[in-house]
């Protein structure tokens, strides 16, 4: 489903990534942990397009996103990011809600505009996710006058409208206050359940443990190890993972 | 008394509205999409494009009247070519007034956009691309509703500055009564020949004008600030 071979990113003379492999099958449920700043962030907006690369290839469902060293990439990488972006949804750390929309326009705009699809209809299934999620009665309410929690929620509701084959999330609950976590982390694990192919970034070990097929640890730009959840977490063989762990789960 | 109105009072206050409004529509055009590529693009001469469409902000106005002349004058670098192929020259008709309110009242419009432009979370395009809209899309369904207030200031500081412009259009439009003299050139003549009841009427009427753009304004935005905040008082009428 989404396939990355030694991906290679520069800034000036910084060398970020340093051959980054990775290969999610469909289905599957990677959790990329590690410090902050270790790429993870970065890795995931190289997969849709928000961040080039210079060495190295991404392929999402049979399409592929090639490495621009050019200063402005050519139409037919735009129109590729553009394919990527329909196929893949994004969720990010701040939520980003448009403000000067309602819950409901957040999660219809898109659908409507981008994949023609009937505003009653769109209406019908956002109010219906809405409900699933408990937050039917906000669907008039502005991104202003939610919680955290509520936002995320929102943000996860207005991906999926988009009908994505796979989510990336990208530290989804790191700015949240602590009680609002589990609702977040409950909505993803719905998700997850129901078969979505899912890369997400998280500090949350609990649900990495829980949820994981698979945990890849970042460390300096590269992938320093990855296994099963278990493997990973009860019997680290890598020194840099069992460091890295040992700060995280004190 | 009645013709005698008409042509002393009338008709700058109507020339002047007409350039202004003609001027405002232009500058918020241009001046959005201009202030709007600044703050997000990077492209060649940037910053030259910059300080160029800045310069009538610290010009003279009556520098800037002169470059006018020397660029669309009839025997101008442009305005010859034009003069040649139509007959037809700008200097000393109403749209040269309008090209006047225009060249000076410009920079202050993309300034402000561009500091709206600046203040929008580009997370929040970002987002939009990310949904799969194209990115005209994403700056007239996000960028530009976020910055909306960036927009109206601007709008209005130019209508505003149009309407107080005096040196550029004196220099490239004359001070031709009922066709050029808007109203702050009516008020000069009015006040050189010693017509103080004159003068005092199109002072009043020209501040009256000015407090109510101002205070359409300020109305206007303060409605635009509360409008996430009707969902407030619902609930609260609710509980």
Request: hydrophobic share 45%.
């Amino acid at each position: 489903m989404i396939i990355v071979r030694d991906l290679h990113k520069y800034y000036g003379d910084h060398h970020l990534f340093k051959g980054i492999s990775l290969d999610v099958k469909k289905g599957e449920v990677v959790v990329l942990i590690g410090p902050s700043g270790s790429g993870k962030s970065t890795f995931l907006r190289c997969i849709n397009g928000l961040e080039t690369f210079q060495e190295g290839e991404i392929d999402v469902d049979n399409i592929a996103l090639h490495s621009i060293s050019r200063p402005k990439p050519s139409s037919a990488d735009m129109e590729a990011i553009r394919q990527v972006r329909l196929k893949v949804g994004m969720v990010f750390q701040q939520f980003n809600l448009f403000p000067h929309m309602t819950v409901l326009e957040n999660i219809v705009e898109a659908p409507v505009r981008v994949l023609g699809i009937a505003r009653d209809k769109a209406e019908k299934e956002a109010m219906a996710f809405l409900a699933r999620i408990n937050m039917a009665n906000k669907a008039d309410a502005r991104p202003e006058n939610l919680s955290g929690g509520q936002q995320q929620r929102v943000a996860i509701a207005r991906a999926l409208a988009m009908k994505p084959k796979a989510m990336l999330f990208d530290e989804p609950t790191a700015s949240l206050d602590p009680e609002m976590v589990g609702e977040v982390l409950s909505v993803i694990k719905d998700l997850v359940n129901e078969g979505m192919t899912t890369v997400i970034s998280t500090h949350e070990m609990g649900f990495a443990r829980e949820a994981a097929d698979r945990v890849v640890v970042f460390a300096d730009g590269e992938i320093i190890d990855t296994g099963p959840p278990d493997e990973i977490f009860s019997n680290p063989k890598n020194e840099r993972t069992k460091s890295f762990l040992s700060r995280i789960l004190r | 008394m009645t013709t005698s109105i008409m042509e002393t009072v009338w008709l700058p206050l109507r020339l002047s509205i007409q350039v202004s409004i003609v001027s405002t529509i232009m500058v918020a055009l241009t001046g959005t999409a201009l202030g709007y590529l600044l703050s997000r693009k990077d492209f060649f001469a940037k910053d030259v494009i910059d300080a160029i469409i800045t310069l009538p902000m610290v010009l003279p106005p009556t520098v800037t009247g002169y470059y006018l002349i020397l660029i669309l004058g009839r025997r101008g670098f442009l305005g010859q070519f034009v003069y040649n192929w139509t007959g037809w020259t700008l200097a000393f008709t109403w749209q040269a007034a309008v090209v006047a309110s225009f060249v000076v009242s410009f920079p202050l419009m993309v300034k402000t956009v561009r500091a709206a432009v600046d203040s929008v979370d580009p997370e929040l395009e970002k987002a939009s691309l990310l949904l799969g809209k194209g990115e005209v899309e994403t700056v007239v369904k996000i960028t530009l509703p976020l910055a909306w207030k960036g927009v109206l200031a601007g709008m209005v500081l130019s209508f505003a500055r149009g309407i107080g412009e005096f040196g550029a259009t004196l220099m490239l439009a004359g001070n031709i009564p009922g066709k050029t003299a808007t109203m702050p050139l009516a008020i000069y003549s009015a006040t050189q020949s010693g017509d103080s009841v004159l003068a005092n009427s199109l002072v009043i009427i020209l501040t009256l004008l000015s407090l109510t753009v101002i205070y359409v304004t300020n109305r206007l935005s303060r409605k635009g600030l509360t409008f996430g905040r009707d969902i407030d008082y619902k609930r609260a009428s609710n509980l």
